[in-house]
C-alpha cells in the first residue's frame, strides 16, 4: 500500500475491474457478440460495434512487455518509493491486451521490491491483487517464471 | 492545397528559463513580430488559429492586435501534436477562402515547476490516458515514452548512445544559435552519460527544456505572399493523423506502439506531396524527448524500422551530415514552445536566414508530436 497513492476514478468500467481484483480475478472486457477481448475497457467494441459485454475471466499469467525505473522529480508519495520499477505486462490469453502494474516478488510486497537488475523484458509474470487505500485492490504482477525469447 | 498557401511571416518572443511577461504579452509580441515580417497590418488579419492548450484568447489577442473582422477561427487538440495542424488548418482556411490572412501562435510558460501539470493533480485520476497507469507511479509524461523507449531499444537494438546522438546534435546545434536557451552550454557525450536518470533508460538530457517565449506565423495565398517581402515559403503539403486504436501519450494498448502517429501521417503527407523522404534537404522533428526523434526518423521514411539509431551516428542528424535534424536546437536545446520553434526555424531555413543554415534547400520538413495525434507540414521554397 502507498500513502497518498493515486487512484482512478469510479466509474462504470473501473468499478467491476477493481472489484473483481479485490476477490482475487483478473478480468478484463470481452464482447459478448464477436468475442474480442479489449483494453482499456470502453462502451463499444472497436471490431464490431455492439455494447454487450461481460467480464472475462483470465489466468493472471503474462510476460514483461516493457519497463522503466522511476527516478525524482516524483509526487511525493512516489518519490519517497523511488527507484521503483513499473511495467507493462502482455497477457498469455491475448499478448495484445496489456496492463501496467508495479512488479513484486512477495504478493504484499512494496512497489521498489524489485530492482532494475531483477528484470527483463519477456520475464514470467503472475497477477496478485494487494490491497491499496479506500478499499482498492491494483493488481500488481509477481515474478515467477523464466524469461522466454520473444 | 499543394502551393496554393505561404508562410508569409515569422515572430519569436526571446527565449528563456523564466520571462517576466504573461503569456498573452508574450503572444502579442510574437504576433505583432511576424505580422510585422510580413510586411502586413495587423487589419488586414482575418484569421486565427492556436492549440487548444493555449492559455491566451482570440477575442483578447484580436482586441489588443487591432484585427479586423475575423471570419475564421480554430483550435487544434493534443498539446505537442497541433503544431502542424494549427498552421495547416490556417492554411486550408486560406485556400479555401474562409480568410485571406490567418496567424497561428503558441504562447508558453512553463519555466515554472509548478506549472508543470503532472505535478498538480488530484488523488483521483480520470480517463483512459490516465487510469490504467498513473496509480502504478507511471506518472510523468517521460514515463509514458521511457516505456515505449525500453521496448524499442529490446527490439531493434538501439542504445543510449544513439540516444545521446540526438541530445548532442541539437545542443550543438543550439551552440551556433544566439537565441537558443543553451546557446551557451555545451555539452559532450560523458556529459550526457553521467546526467541523472530521470525514467531509465531515459535521463535528464532526453528530455526537452522547460522553458517561457510565444511564437507566431502568418499564413497567405501563394499569389498573395508573391507580392510581399520575404522569400515565399511555400505550404507544399501538410498532413494530420491520429492512427486506428492510437491512444494518446500511454500508447500501450494497440497492436504495434512503436508504429506511432509518425507512420500514418507520412503516408498521408507523401500522397499529397511531390516529393518522398530523399528529396527533403532539412527536417524539424518533434523531439520533447530524444527517442521521439529515432521513431519520427522512422515513419517519415527516412530509414527503415529499427535503423534510425545507426542514422544517427557519425553526425548523421548535424549539419552536414545524411539529415539535418533540428538546426535551431529544437525543444531540446533552443526551446520548448509544444514545438512552434520547430515551424520558424523549418520556415528559417527555407528563407536561409537559419543560424544553422543548410545549403540550397527546397524541401523542409516540420513534424508535430510523436506518440500524439499529430501533423506534419512539408514546406517548399520557390525556385
Ligand atoms: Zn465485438
Redesign the interface.
Known amino acids: 500500500m502507498i500513502e497518498?497513492?493515486?487512484?482512478?476514478?469510479l466509474?462504470e468500467f473501473?468499478e467491476p475491474f477493481h472489484e473483481f481484483a479485490s476477490r482475487g480475478e483478473l478480468r478484463i472486457q470481452k464482447c459478448e457478440s464477436c468475442g474480442v477481448l479489449r483494453?482499456?475497457p470502453?462502451p463499444m467494441c472497436?471490431a464490431c460495434g455492439s455494447t454487450s459485454f461481460v467480464w472475462q475471466l483470465m489466468s493472471g499469467r503474462g510476460r514483461v512487455?516493457?519497463?522503466?525505473?522511476?527516478?525524482p522529480?516524483?509526487?511525493p508519495a512516489?518519490a519517497e518509493?523511488a527507484?521503483?520499477v513499473?511495467a507493462?505486462v502482455e497477457l498469455e490469453e491475448d499478448p495484445?491486451i496489456?496492463?501496467?502494474?508495479?512488479l513484486v516478488f512477495d504478493s504484499t510486497g512494496p512497489?521498489n521490491e524489485v530492482q532494475?537488475s531483477d528484470v527483463t523484458?519477456a520475464q514470467e509474470v503472475t497477477a496478485v491483487f494487494p490491497p491499496?487505500d479506500d478499499g482498492?485492490v491494483?493488481p500488481a504482477w509477481q515474478i515467477t517464471g523464466a524469461t522466454q525469447p520473444? | 492545397m499543394k502551393d496554393q498557401t505561404a508562410v508569409a511571416g515569422i515572430g519569436s518572443t526571446d527565449f528563456a528559463k523564466s520571462l517576466e511577461p504573461s503569456e498573452r504579452d508574450l503572444a502579442l509580441e510574437a504576433i505583432s513580430a511576424a505580422v510585422d515580417d510580413a510586411g502586413l497590418h495587423p487589419s488586414e488579419v482575418d484569421g486565427m488559429a492556436c492549440y487548444s492548450m493555449e492559455a491566451t484568447e482570440e477575442v483578447d489577442i484580436a482586441r489588443n492586435m487591432g484585427f479586423g473582422d475575423v471570419t475564421w477561427f480554430s483550435k487544434v487538440p493534443y498539446g505537442g501534436g497541433a503544431g502542424c495542424g494549427v498552421v495547416g488548418q490556417a492554411a486550408m482556411a486560406v485556400a479555401a477562402g474562409q480568410c485571406s490572412v490567418a496567424v497561428a501562435w503558441r504562447s508558453r510558460k512553463r519555466g515554472a515547476r509548478s506549472s508543470r501539470p503532472w505535478a498538480g493533480v488530484s488523488d483521483r485520476v480520470s480517463g483512459d490516458q490516465q487510469m490504467w497507469t498513473r496509480p502504478y507511479g507511471l506518472l510523468r509524461p517521460v514515463d509514458e515514452i521511457a516505456m515505449l523507449t525500453r521496448r524499442y531499444m529490446h527490439s531493434y537494438g538501439a542504445t543510449r548512445d544513439h540516444l545521446a546522438n540526438v541530445a548532442l546534435a541539437a545542443r550543438r546545434h543550439a551552440n551556433n544559435n544566439p537565441a537558443a536557451v543553451m546557446a551557451d552550454r555545451t555539452m559532450t557525450r560523458e556529459d550526457y552519460m553521467d546526467s541523472r536518470m530521470i525514467s531509465e533508460p531515459l535521463c535528464l538530457f532526453d528530455n526537452c527544456l522547460e522553458t517561457d517565449g510565444a511564437c507566431a506565423v502568418v499564413i497567405t495565398s501563394a499569389d498573395r505572399a508573391r507580392t510581399l517581402r520575404n522569400p515565399t515559403v511555400l505550404i507544399h503539403a501538410w498532413a494530420q493523423s491520429l492512427p486506428s486504436q492510437h491512444q494518446t501519450m500511454t500508447n500501450f494498448f494497440c497492436e504495434d506502439p512503436l508504429r506511432g502517429p509518425a507512420w500514418s501521417c507520412a503516408k498521408k503527407l507523401w500522397s499529397l506531396s511531390d516529393a518522398g523522404p530523399a528529396d527533403v534537404d532539412v527536417a524539424q522533428l518533434y523531439d520533447a524527448f530524444s527517442p521521439l526523434v529515432l521513431l519520427s526518423l522512422e515513419g517519415y521514411g527516412f530509414c527503415e524500422r529499427g535503423d534510425a539509431g545507426e542514422f544517427t551516428d557519425d553526425g548523421g542528424i548535424e549539419v552536414g551530415g545524411r539529415l539535418p535534424v533540428n538546426t535551431s536546437g529544437g525543444g531540446m536545446s533552443e526551446a520548448y514552445l509544444h514545438g512552434f520553434n520547430l515551424i520558424t526555424e523549418a520556415v528559417k531555413q527555407v528563407r536561409g536566414e537559419s543560424t544553422n543554415q543548410v545549403e540550397d534547400v527546397e524541401f523542409s520538413l516540420c513534424t508535430s508530436g510523436e506518440g500524439v495525434p499529430t501533423g506534419a507540414i512539408l514546406f517548399r521554397g520557390e525556385r
Do not use: D, K
Request: proline share 12%; aromatic share 12%; net charge positive.
Open positions: 497518498g497513492q493515486l487512484l482512478p476514478e466509474n473501473t483494453m482499456p470502453r472497436p512487455w516493457s519497463y522503466v525505473v522511476a527516478h522529480p516524483l509526487l512516489y518509493l527507484p521503483y513499473v507493462i495484445l496489456r496492463l501496467c502494474g508495479n512497489i532494475a523484458i491499496a482498492f491494483l520473444t
